[in-house]
C-alpha cells in the first residue's frame, strides 16, 4: 500500500527546502505524493487562517498546486478540496532557518502540522539551519515518515523537527528550549513622503542551551524531534486547587438545578 503525503510549507511553492522534499520522497516507490503551498513566503504567519475572503489556486504540476493563502489554508485545502482521500502524513517544510524553543507560537511551518494532527492525520514540521544541506535532511524525513505511516494504531503524531547546520546525528526527542528575541521597536521615514514606519524585533537572538532542550541538541550538531499537543489546557492549575489561578473561580462541580 502507498503512502499519501502531503508537503506544504511558509517559504512558497518555489523554496528550496521544499524542493529538496520532493525530491527525496519522489524517489521512494510508496509515496502518493500530493504539494500544496503558498505562493509567496509567509514566514511567521502562525496559524492564521483565510476565511474573509475567498483563496486562488494555481497548478504547478501533476498534484501540485500553489495557494495564495496561508500554510493553514494550504493543509486545509489538501485534505479536504484537493485529495480524493486524506493523507496519511502531512509534512511541512524544510524550513530555511530553525523554528526551535517558542518559535513553534509563531511558526508556520509548525503550523502547517498542526492543522493535520487537528484532525487525527500525523503532521511534522522540519526545519534546517540557513545555508544547510537540505537533501540529507530531507532523507532523514523520508525515513521518519515511513516508519510513522506504519503507526496505525497510535493517535496523530505532530513532531517539531529540526536539523543543524553541517553533518548531524539523531533526531533524538527533546522537550522545548528558550530562544530570546530583542524587545525592540525600530523607528524609520520613508524617503519620499516621511512617513514613520517600524520594524518589529531585530537580531541578535540569543539561545539559552539548556541541556536536553531542543536549543542543546541542535547547538551540538544533533537534530532534535519535540512531540507537540493540540490540548494547550494548563492541567497543572486545573489540578492543584491551592493554586493562585484556582481561588480566583468557583470549582466546576455543577449542581442539579444547574
Known amino acids: 500500500m502507498s503512502i499519501r503525503v502531503l508537503l506544504t510549507n511558509d517559504d512558497g511553492i518555489h523554496a528550496p527546502g521544499l524542493a529538496a522534499l520532493e525530491r527525496a520522497f519522489s524517489s521512494s516507490g510508496e509515496i502518493d505524493l500530493w504539494v500544496v503551498a503558498p505562493d509567496r513566503e509567509r514566514s511567521t504567519c502562525s496559524h492564521g487562517m483565510t476565511i ?13 498546486v500553489a495557494v495564495d493563502g496561508l500554510t493553514a489554508d494550504c493543509v486545509y485545502f489538501g485534505m479536504f478540496g484537493l485529495m480524493p482521500e486524506m493523507p496519511h502524513v502531512v509534512v511541512s517544510g524544510i524550513n530555511n532557518g530553525p523554528n526551535l524553543g517558542r518559535d513553534v507560537i ?8 498542526r492543522e493535520a ?6 503532521g511534522l514540521a522540519v526545519s534546517l539551519f540557513e545555508g544547510s544541506d537540505f537533501d540529507r535532511a530531507a532523507q532523514s524525513v523520508v525515513t521518519l515518515v515511513e516508519k510513522i505511516s506504519r503507526m496505525t494504531w497510535y493517535s496523530a503524531v505532530l513532531l517539531n523537527l529540526n536539523y543543524p547546520a553541517g553533518a ?22 520613508a524617503e519620499l513622503s516621511g512617513r514613520p514606519y517600524y520594524w518589529l524585533g ?7 542551551l539548556t541541556p536536553r532542550t531542543d536549543v542543546w ?23 492543584e486547587a491551592g493554586s ?8 466546576t462541580i455543577l449542581s442539579s438545578e444547574e
Do not use: M, W
Not at 218 to 229: M, R
Open 52 to 64: 474573509a475572503r475567498p483563496i486562488f489556486t494555481q497548478q504547478h504540476g501533476p498534484q501540485r
Open 106 to 113: 509563531y511558526s508556520g511551518t509548525v503550523a502547517g502540522a
Open 117 to 122: 494532527a487537528a484532525v487525527g492525520v500525523h
Open 168 to 189: 548531524f546525528s539523531g533526531p533524538r526527542l527533546a522537550p522545548l528550549g528558550n530562544r530570546t528575541y530583542p524587545q525592540v521597536v525600530n523607528r524609520r521615514e
Open 202 to 208: 531585530g537580531p541578535p537572538i540569543e539561545n539559552e
Open 217 to 239: 541538541l541542535v547547538d551540538k550538531g544533533i537534530a532534535s524531534a519535540t512531540p507537540l499537543v493540540i490540548d494547550q489546557t494548563d492541567r497543572r492549575t486545573l489540578s
Open 244 to 251: 493562585p489561578v484556582a481561588t480566583l473561580f468557583s470549582p
